[in-house]
């Protein structure tokens, strides 16, 4: 595997690079939901190239930047054993040198959700993957359903700046009792943990409500919330069920709609969702 600190010789490697070539975009702390990212890519690519980049300019300050889990020894040699091709690992420098300031922002799926409950956040997602999108020209880029919402962010900066790239989503990688993996789900103590899987367990209780017959959406949140609130270490930012498509609210669950959460449990963030 080669490892690549420096834009230029990226991208000078992107352009001889055998195609089609895969990117799997990752903040490291490399888990089993990366791992199906990069399965994918090698299955349906000649060439993988992962990117490590933890990116600062998605963290406000109040965020947890600066403890975000970071393991850049033990990556390197789980992706060398994985068979990627390149490891992209800049330094903040190299992709934010001094004078930088251009950003990507997408005004409208942004200002929902976690949009509202993170400012910022997507303008840093939007602007680093369109930078590694141009560093490392794939035909297919990789990314998981858990980050839904950034998903869609990621589509449509795709199509409207013309990058011509397939954007490939791959279902969340769970945890036996249904948690979704998240690199920051080593910051739970043992209760946490414990009480973590209660997120995706209410929305699956939301999925039995509506196999049963009940298709209002308020109806619906309010027995996701009632089920949460029954756990006094969750704390609840927001419930919602939108068009998987639009991601407009909706009024009436269908196939195609999408419950969102977002929960604090200590000082860990998580999110979730699951499709109807
Ligand atoms: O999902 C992530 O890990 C990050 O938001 C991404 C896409 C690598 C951009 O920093």
């Not at 990366?34 to 933890?54: D, E, G, R, Y």
């Not at 300050?61 to 390149?86: A, C, M, W």
């Not at 035909?139 to 900066?157: C, E, H, P, T, V």
Request: aromatic share 6%; charged share 20%; glycine share 6%.
């Amino acid at each position: 595997m080669k490892i690549i600190k420096s834009i230029p010789l990226m991208q000078s490697i992107s352009n001889k690079a055998h195609k089609p070539v895969g990117l799997v975009p990752t903040m490291g702390s490399i888990h089993e939901g990366h791992i199906k990212l990069i399965n994918a890519s090698k299955k349906q690519n000649t060439t993988t190239i992962v990117t490590l980049f933890v990116n600062p300019a998605q963290f406000a300050e109040n965020e947890d930047f600066h403890t975000y889990p970071r393991n850049f020894q033990k990556d390197k040699k789980l992706l060398s054993d994985l068979g990627v091709d390149i490891l992209f690992a800049p330094e903040t420098s190299q992709m934010y040198p001094s004078g930088f300031q251009t950003s990507v922002i997408n005004d409208r799926l942004s200002s929902v959700l976690e949009g509202e409950k993170r400012p910022g956040h997507f303008r840093g997602v939007s602007t680093i993957v369109s930078k590694l999108l141009n560093i490392t020209k794939p035909n297919n880029a990789y990314f998981g359903q858990k980050d839904f919402q950034q998903l869609l962010i990621i589509n449509k900066l795709n199509n409207d700046l013309n990058h011509g790239v397939k954007i490939v989503s791959i279902p969340t990688v769970r945890e036996k009792d249904g948690l979704a993996l998240s690199s920051r789900n080593i910051h739970l103590n043992q209760s946490e943990r414990k009480t973590a899987n209660k997120i995706y367990a209410s929305l699956k209780h939301a999925e039995s409500l509506y196999l049963n017959g009940e298709v209002n959406s308020d109806s619906i949140i309010y027995a996701i919330q009632t089920y949460l609130l029954k756990e006094s270490l969750i704390k609840i930012e927001y419930i919602s069920i939108r068009d998987k498509f639009t991601f407009e609210d909706v009024s009436t669950v269908m196939p195609g709609s999408i419950i969102l959460i977002a929960v604090s449990i200590g000082k860990t963030r998580l999110i979730d969702n699951l499709i109807i």
